[in-house]
């Protein structure tokens, strides 16, 4: 497995490995040991994932961005199985060097990416394609009374979204109610 490094302390971009042959291919999409096997080489603590998450969503569907506060923080090991989204990780831990920066990058059934994000971030996404499957492993359950979101075009963040002007993105109620990062507690 490639495991490529972030400007972003701990935030790390996962290569599976792909084995073709005349039925098709193969990989292995998860193994503890081996992934955690990679957090202790980047210094992180290793993980048990307790939830996994599913997302189906239409072409232009922005999701988030959404973290949960403390003690609640969750990690995230999240794949795209079909079509492509620009996934973005916002750093909200406040002891970091990289407090309030975010990366995006496009994952996507083609590229086969993986994307970890560490406890402690804000994540959302907006879908690239029609019928984008998402899915995503979690280190805590969801708690709906603990989850908060901040606005997708929060200006103190100033997240490059790769939005047509001419194209209306899709919200949830949720996401449409969003508050700016400055007036959340983390």
Not at 66 to 91: E, F, M, N, R
Not at 173 to 178: E, G, L, N
Request: with cysteine; charged share 25%.
């Amino acid at each position: 497995m490639k495991v490529t490094e972030t400007n972003i302390n701990g935030l790390l971009i996962l290569e599976q490995d792909i084995y073709h042959d005349e039925r098709g291919w193969f990989s292995e999409s998860y193994n503890e040991k081996l992934f955690n096997k990679i957090l202790n080489r980047y210094n992180q603590s290793e993980v048990n994932f307790v939830q996994d998450n599913h997302a189906l969503s239409h072409k232009h569907v922005l999701r988030g961005l959404h973290y949960q506060q403390k003690p609640y923080t969750q990690a995230k090991l999240l794949q795209v199985l079909q079509g492509s989204i620009w996934d973005v990780a916002v750093d909200l831990r406040e002891d970091s060097a990289t407090f309030k920066k975010w990366i995006g990058i496009e994952l996507s059934a083609k590229n086969k990416k993986q994307l970890w994000i560490p406890a402690g971030f804000a994540h959302g996404y907006l879908s690239l394609e029609d019928n984008s499957f998402v899915t995503y492993k979690t280190t805590r359950f969801y708690k709906k009374s603990k989850e908060l979101c901040i606005k997708w075009n929060d200006s103190e963040l100033k997240i490059n979204w790769p939005i047509n002007p001419d194209v209306s993105i899709i919200l949830s109620p949720k996401d449409k109610i969003a508050q700016s990062l400055k007036d959340l507690v983390l």
